[in-house]
């Protein structure tokens, strides 16, 4: 028998490499022995002070508004709150491409099963402290360099990994084996290579 290993998924429900990694993971849990909690970083926050294209910081202006809601959902909810939130968020924004505005979010809580007026968090700074807090728990295992996703198990961290689809079934747990074992190995850091297609949210 072995221990069930539980790993920690950083998110930012605006991030859809995030979301296809997430979707992926969910996977893993059905085919191999692990329970994922989940945690919010805030790419508006992670960017804040870098040099980055327009395009992106005009992206990042609306990028605070469902975090924050993830935030208030956690304060009253608690941890168990987050998931559904960020399905109910993360399929609106990736999969119906819908706008993160007010009555998209609101819809997202009502089918999480939420409090709908949680939607005022939208705009209430005061989540901001918390968030960030959040954030740098899982960055600083990491380094600022990257971002989301971040997940952490087995005493180690790592940003991704980046996927342009979620494997299902064995095939996600087969991904989950090469990650576990490529994480073990104390000096591997890196393993990249150019995106060459679409993501695909399906």
Request: proline share 4%; with cysteine.
């Amino acid at each position: 028998m072995t221990a069930k290993t539980n790993a920690d998924f950083w998110f930012d429900p605006a991030c859809p490499f995030a979301w296809i990694t997430s979707r992926w993971i969910l996977e893993v849990e059905k085919v191999r022995d692990i329970e994922v909690t989940w945690h919010i970083m805030s790419l508006a926050f992670l960017n804040e002070d870098k040099d980055i294209p327009d395009e992106y910081r005009e992206f990042l202006k609306t990028a605070w508004q469902p975090v924050r809601v993830v935030q208030a959902a956690k304060e009253k909810y608690g941890q168990e709150a987050l998931l559904p939130l960020y399905t109910a968020l993360g399929t609106r924004i990736h999969v119906e491409k819908q706008d993160k505005d007010r009555p998209m979010i609101e819809a997202a809580l009502e089918e999480a099963g939420l409090d709908v007026s949680l939607a005022d968090a939208m705009d209430d700074s005061s989540y901001d402290d918390a968030i960030r807090e959040s954030h740098r728990r899982g960055m600083d295992q990491v380094g600022n360099e990257v971002g989301t996703p971040t997940i952490a198990f087995n005493g180690h961290a790592f940003f991704g990994p980046v996927i342009s689809k979620a494997p299902k079934g064995e095939d996600a747990g087969k991904m989950w084996d090469a990650f576990v074992t490529l994480s073990a190995f104390e000096h591997f850091y890196e393993l990249k290579r150019s995106r060459t297609e679409d993501l695909d949210f399906s």
